[in-house]
């Protein structure tokens, strides 16, 4: 049974954030992992443009000075997303996370996006998985001495919730990882924007992309790579992902992608989840919507399937505070997530990561 520690936001006088959010850590002895000179990651998520409900930059400050003053050199990180949004490049990437306040004049830590420019800084690995035998991530996590995976946890219309899992195997994947668990290969094309300019047919390095007669692109799905690198060449809308996918095969791309990532990690990872400002969406969509739940604490574990169960279970049992533009009403205990996106499966999603051996669902909660 894993250990998840858990601090449920309770302060005081004498102690406040700072000291409690560093009792947490110190508690999982994460820290004797750490050797003067490493280079810890801190994956986590800035958020979208319009989304606030991100892990605040001065609630991150604490865990980079303990890390500091155990000699460590950190930096935050994540990749640039499939879609093409704010952070679809690592330009606006680096903008849009210095706008909500991740710049070392808060956190005293650079933001340095894993998968580079466009998403081409990527490593491949092996790993025998059900739907690939090939993953791709980005190259710089692996470059890290040692990882801190911080999690906002919140709704999310596909997975359910997201959290540790999601954290790592959707936001550690390169822009062609995260194509190959959303629609295995290649985009879908709206045909009537294109305009016929060839950006996205220069953008393919093996020629899955013409015009045709009309002037209008055409995608070869059997040369398709799903490197994704038209979508973000592409200035009209035309070249767009397929989110159109069985749920249960998505949470399953998504699991192994995960679990091809602890496998090939060398060094310790530490998992946390922040269940503050629980929304009912992901941080990518542009806004975020009133709380359904109170705030509940922070929580940590070496194991992120038994600290996704824990932080289900907490939201499950906390009460309703908003609803939101959905109609739910669900028991408490009930899944909350499931009850807004009713053709989610999150439970299968811990299901299918226990299986695959990346953790285990029974907990033990640690309280601090």
């Not at 991150?60 to 994540?78: E, H, M, R």
């Not at 999690?151 to 062609?176: D, P, Q, V, W, Y």
């Amino acid at each position: 049974m894993s250990k998840v520690f858990f601090w449920n936001l309770r302060t005081s006088f004498k102690s406040p954030y700072e000291v409690k959010l560093r009792k947490l850590i110190k508690q999982t002895e994460f820290l004797a992992n750490i050797e003067s000179g490493d280079l810890v990651g801190i994956k986590m998520h800035f958020g979208e443009k319009g989304v606030t409900g991100f892990i605040s930059p001065i609630w991150l400050q604490p865990i980079v000075s303990l890390l500091k003053k155990s000699g460590a050199k950190c930096f935050l990180t994540d990749t640039n997303t499939l879609y093409v949004g704010h952070r679809g490049e690592a330009v606006s990437h680096n903008l849009i996370a210095a706008r909500h306040g991740f710049v070392p004049g808060v956190v005293d830590a650079p933001v340095i996006i894993a998968d580079g420019l466009k998403s081409g800084n990527e490593i491949i690995f092996g790993y025998n998985g059900q739907h690939f035998k090939e993953f791709y991530f980005g190259r710089d996590f692996f470059d890290a001495d040692a990882l801190v995976n911080l999690s906002h946890f919140k709704g999310h219309e596909l997975t359910g919730f997201g959290g540790a899992i999601k954290n790592i195997g959707m936001g550690c994947a390169s822009r062609r990882g995260k194509m190959q668990q959303h629609c295995g290969l290649g985009p879908k094309a709206k045909r009537e924007n294109c305009v016929g300019c060839g950006r996205c047919i220069d953008a393919c390095e093996v020629g899955a992309l013409f015009l045709d007669e009309e002037n209008k692109i055409v995608v070869d799905h059997e040369k398709c790579v799903g490197c994704a690198g038209c979508l973000l060449a592409c200035r009209n809308n035309v070249l767009q992902v397929n989110w159109k996918v069985d749920v249960k095969v998505f949470l399953e791309r998504l699991c192994e992608y995960c679990a091809a990532f602890l496998n090939n990690f060398s060094g310790p990872i530490i998992h946390m989840n922040f269940i503050t400002q629980v929304s009912p969406v992901c941080d990518c969509v542009g806004f975020s919507d009133a709380p359904i739940c109170p705030d509940i604490g922070v929580l940590a574990s070496y194991d992120l399937v038994a600290l996704d169960q824990a932080s289900l279970d907490l939201v499950g049992k906390a009460s309703i505070v908003n609803v939101g533009q959905y109609k739910f009403e669900p028991e408490l205990g009930e899944d909350k997530f499931k009850a807004i996106h009713p053709n989610t499966h999150g439970e299968y999603c811990l299901e299918y990561a226990e299986k695959l051996g990346i953790g285990e669902r029974k907990y033990q909660l640690v309280d601090i």
